[in-house]
């Protein structure tokens, strides 16, 4: 199991290493060029020169790449370009934990259902039941998570006001306040992601309901529930976890056009106002960030897997 | 006193442990007497069984009907594309649907049914050129790492990794920023980065095919390594690569729109496009103007499930 671990965290390394490559690639061959544009158009070529010194863009490619290794393992990205003074992680830091409530909350929604429905498809296989749950899956997980953000903004927020329809809770809001005010995005994840793990589900729950342990258990007269509870539970489950854990940096990074619609302030929307502003230190801190929850996401759905399942602590 | 060894059965003859199926009624026909199915007589049944699926019938229709919306928008549309709507000689801006704009107006008096015929274009355009572009770049990669295997394709793979992690829209974004959101700056972006993916399908697709008699003859032939991958690995894989092509608009019209939204659609952002016409109005749903937000998203919506009902049915029946 250590080996295991360890074979999986050397590999991450590995692939962080090559994201903040493509990462610090991307940033440097922006044409546009942030010192003059921070300095205003009408600043002289010393002051901009200046700036530029004074960020480190004139430093040798190599040296620059090396601060940002250093920035990525130190988790210290320096001031931001667009908002001279203040640190690169006080924007990240709040950007992080609005999108750790929404995913969280999307979580605590998606999941049960997607399995429940995906387990029940299985169960009902080639019934109206199962068709339903699968095209309703595969149609609204193909609809993007701004399209449906509208939708649900329209109906829910607007036409019926059950719902605020933006995402920005009072200061002093409480717990389920909160809630409230980050149902609707959480919604809309729902329903991008019912489908996708609905269907992997569904799969899993197939192969483990066609098994002979599954039989044996029916045959030896234990009810549906239970069957499912401990016999088709623990072995449908092992592509959901994995596919939940490779959509987390989707969830953090990718909801962009959903956090606007809801002028939600999340780590996508952030993202994305570094890479238009430009600014440098804030987009690699954001992509970072996004990597690393990545990378600890899928890292734990193994765990996870391995623990559901012996036999891929072996392998 | 016993021990625990006293009770351990003696152990069976291996033979036995085998449980070789009795085969208590041998079939009455030999199977050599089968008929052969050949490659034609399967596609036949194939393209039979996709006519029959509904799934299929009702992709084709929504399909259909926004590629007419795109090919003759002027016969389609009821208005201009960019000139408000004029009743009696007056503009009629902020219009809820009516009579005169089925979908009603937008802020400068555009008729947004109009808009919506004039807007299928751009997306239909965009993402099969992208998905196209990924699939051919995707299955040239993924017939070399799959076939050749070694260290290009140990490299590869952790490249196709490290892409992967990080969420398209992101990557879009960065890429598009840099060089401008032109419509080829668009379409090679996004085929781009779908060609990880694609790759990855294909490689384990060839990987399997591989391993299979056929390919092991024609290297005894001493048949070269192109020649194998191009005459005899790709002719079987072409499956694969279709369902993945129509899997990948689907994502690749996702993409288009979500872009557009974020104002990396086109230059020209008074040209008519869904994703950058919503992105535009959806403030104003909140004050109650939804319809110049909503239709256009509903069209998104529509393509999107029409592309992937076709998907899934040819995915279904190439599957059997």
């Keep these: ?315 | 006193m016993t021990s625990i060894d006293d009770f351990e059965q003696p152990r069976s003859d291996p033979e036995e442990d085998l449980h070789e199926p009795i085969d208590l009624e041998p079939p009455a026909v030999p199977q050599s007497a089968a008929p052969a199915l050949d490659r034609k007589s399967v596609k036949a049944e194939q393209r039979r069984e996709l006519m029959r699926s509904p799934s299929f019938l009702i992709g084709m229709f929504i399909v259909i009907l926004w590629l007419l919306c795109s090919l003759i928008p002027d016969v389609i549309a009821r208005y201009p594309e960019l000139d408000p709507v004029r009743v009696d000689g007056t503009v009629i801006a902020r219009q809820s649907p009516s009579a005169d704009a089925w979908f009603g107006t937008d802020g400068t008096g555009r008729d947004v049914y109009s808009r919506v015929v004039y807007g299928a274009d751009n997306v239909l355009i965009n993402a099969p050129a992208a998905a196209f572009l990924a699939v051919a770049l995707g299955a040239i990669l993924g017939l070399i790492m799959g076939y050749y295997r070694g260290w290009v394709d140990e490299i590869l793979s952790r490249v196709i990794e490290a892409v992967l992690s990080l969420p398209v829209i992101l990557l879009a974004i960065m890429v598009l920023v840099v060089f401008g959101a032109s419509r080829i700056a668009i379409i090679l972006t996004i085929a781009g980065l779908f060609t990880p993916v694609v790759t990855r399908t294909v490689r384990a697709a060839v990987q399997t095919e591989a391993q299979l008699d056929y390919v092991a003859a024609a290297k005894l032939r001493g048949e070269s390594g192109p020649f194998i991958m191009l005459r005899e690995i790709l002719p079987n894989i072409t499956n694969v690569l279709v369902v993945e092509f129509t899997v990948r608009v689907g994502y690749a019209i996702f993409t288009v729109a979500t872009l557009a939204f974020l104002g990396l659609g086109a230059d020209d952002v008074t040209v008519a496009d869904w994703g950058t016409d919503i992105s535009q109005t959806y403030g104003l749903i909140v004050s109650g103007q939804w319809w110049p937000s909503i239709f256009p998203a509903l069209a998104i919506a529509l393509l999107v499930i029409g592309v992937n009902l076709i998907a899934d049915s040819l995915d279904k029946v190439y599957k059997g």
């Design chain 1, 1 to 315: 199991m250590a080996r295991f671990i360890a074979r999986r965290l050397l590999l991450a390394v590995v692939t962080l290493l090559l994201i903040l490559f493509i990462v610090f690639a991307l940033t440097r061959v922006f044409p546009s060029d942030p010192a003059k544009q921070l300095a205003g158009p009408f600043a002289s070529e010393e002051r901009v020169a200046a700036l530029e010194e004074n960020l480190g863009l004139d430093d040798p490619l190599i040296t620059q790449f090396g601060r940002l290794l250093w920035g990525a393992v130190t988790f210290n990205f320096g001031e931001s370009f667009s908002q001279p003074g203040v640190q690169v992680l006080d924007l990240i830091r709040p950007a992080l934990w609005n999108s750790a409530k929404l995913v969280a909350l999307a979580l605590v929604l998606t999941l049960p259902i997607s399995i429940l429905g995906g387990i029940w498809a299985a169960y009902k296989r080639d019934t109206a039941i199962d068709r339903s749950i699968v095209s309703f899956g595969l149609a609204s997980a193909s609809i993007p998570d701004f399209v449906s953000g509208v939708f649900l903004q329209f109906l829910i927020g607007v036409q019926l006001g059950w719902l605020p329809s933006i995402s920005n809770p009072p200061a002093d809001a409480g717990f389920f306040t909160e809630i409230r005010y980050i149902l609707l995005p959480a919604l809309a994840i729902l329903f991008v992601y019912f489908g996708y793990i609905a269907r992997i589900t569904r799969a899993g729950a197939i192969t483990a309901f066609d098994s002979d342990y599954t039989r044996t258990a029916f045959m030896k007269g234990l009810s549906v529930p239970e069957v499912i509870r401990r016999h088709v539970m623990k072995n449908a489950l092992q592509p959901t976890v994995a596919v939940t854990g490779t959509q987390m940096g989707y969830m953090f990074g990718g909801l962009v056009g959903l956090e606007l619609v809801f002028n939600y302030p999340g780590l996508g929307r952030l993202i994305f106002q570094a890479a238009t502003a430009p600014d440098f230190p804030l987009l690699q801190a954001g992509v970072v960030s996004v990597a690393i929850i990545f990378m600890l996401a899928t890292l734990s759905a193994d765990l996870i897997i391995a623990w559901m399942n012996p036999r891929a602590r072996l392998s």
